[in-house]
């Protein structure tokens, strides 16, 4: 056996968890990532948002890209410009959307372009309830999930939000496809740990590459 195929054998560089929901794992540079967030956040900040039902999210986030999701008292959508400030969010470096889209061209995703991200940052303590991302155009795109930071369980339920979920476990560097059947099902993360990472503090960090427009 050739050792690259003992290596491949031991660690393959992406596996199919669920149909159309694949994970590499310690897949991206880290730094990179992490130095793009705080990048972003210098112009377009983390804040939460207020849900049309008027409840404050305990996840922070901010956007990248043509359009960033958002969420006031009128609703769920997407926003060309930040509405804290007026101006257009930061843009997706290219070397940043290259990654994406090769990641989603191994999984079988050809030409996705990420128009979109989402960065959510979490503190201990903090989850996120299951829901399905449907504010997208076009549902056949997958979203490709970049986490940074501590640790967390990501959980896939299904068309319903109850039952037995798919719990995945988010490592900082791993990469998630979510396409397929699973873009249409509930899903969601469970409260992150008061832990600490060398690169970002107490906190994780997810990026959500949508194609939205
Ligand atoms: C998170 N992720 O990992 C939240 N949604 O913090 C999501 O809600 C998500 O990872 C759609 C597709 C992939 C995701
Ligand atoms: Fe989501």
Known sequence: MMQNDLFTAIAPEMEELAPGVF???KYIDEELF???AMKVAETAPFRHMITPGGKKINVAGTSMG???WYSDRRGYRYENNDPLSGNAWPIIPKNISKIIS???DKAGFKDFIADSCFINRYEPGVRLTAHIDQDEQNFTQPIVSVSLGVSA???IFGETRGGKALNIS???GDLLIFGGPARRHYHGVKKLDNFDHPLTGKYRYNFTFRHAL
Do not use: E, V, W
């Open 23 to 25: 994970l590499f794992q």
């Open 34 to 36: 992490f130095n793009q």
């Open 66 to 68: 043509d359009a960033g």
């Open 102 to 104: 090769n990641a989603a």
């Open 153 to 155: 369980i990501f959980q």
């Open 170 to 172: 988010l490592n900082s």
